[in-house]
Structure formats: structure tokens, C-alpha cells
């Protein structure tokens, strides 16, 4: 086993902070951003992998995009941020690309595949 891999059970995904309050407000914010190509918010295409919001409000999002040539690569990230910022009470906002896990079409939500067709 390589020294970079987790220990076996831990999660591949961080956990978010959904007990803080502003929690509800930024995942509405991400749900106005949308892949340009796919006609449908990229929270839930399940390209958002974690929201972690400290106690003095600053928010870190770890996300991920369908593949990593995305044309939108280095811009969906800013989108994001522009979209957390505005809100009451926020006071930074940091999003970092991530690659692991790579994102596979089972982290989309119902909603998403519904929307698309695939159920």
C-alpha cells in the first residue's frame, strides 16, 4: 500500500458542515451554477464534494468537474465562488479543483438523472 492511501474506511469524500447554519444558503447559491454543456446545476451532478464552513464563516469547496479537459475548467470554480459570496455572513470563499475520486455519473442526484434521462 502506498503511504498516500487512505487508511482503509476512510471516506474517499470529506464530510460537509450541513449543521451550520449558513450551510442551506450556500448549496442553494452552488444550485445556480450550471456546466455549460449539461442542463443541470452542478450540485446536483454531483460535482461538489464538499462544503466545509468554519466557525468565522469562510467556506472551503472541494469540487470536482466531468472530466478534467472541461473546457470550463479554470472559469467553474470562480463561477462558484461569485455565486457563494454575495450571501449574509459569508466572509471568504475558497474552491479548489480535486480529481480524486474522479467523478463518475452514480454521484449525480436523482433529480440530475432523471433530467437527463438515464432513469
Not at 448549496?27 to 452542478?42: A, G, L, M, Q, R
Not at 466545509?52 to 472530466?67: F, G, H, K, W, Y
Request: glycine share 6%.
Amino acid at each position: 500500500m502506498s503511504k498516500d492511501a487512505p487508511l482503509e474506511g476512510t471516506p474517499l469524500i470529506a464530510p460537509s458542515s450541513i449543521e451550520h447554519p449558513l450551510y442551506d444558503s450556500v448549496v442553494e447559491s452552488i444550485k445556480t451554477v450550471y456546466d455549460p454543456e449539461i442542463p443541470v446545476n452542478i450540485y446536483d451532478l454531483g460535482l461538489i464534494y464538499t462544503i466545509n464552513i468554519n466557525n468565522e464563516s469562510e467556506v472551503q469547496i472541494l469540487m470536482s468537474l466531468t472530466a478534467p479537459g472541461c473546457p470550463v475548467a479554470g472559469e467553474m470554480p470562480v463561477w462558484v465562488a461569485e455565486a457563494i459570496e454575495p450571501l449574509p455572513g459569508i466572509k471568504n470563499v475558497d474552491v479548489e479543483l480535486v480529481w480524486e475520486p474522479p467523478w463518475g455519473m452514480e454521484m449525480m442526484s436523482d433529480e440530475a438523472k432523471l433530467e437527463l434521462g438515464f432513469i
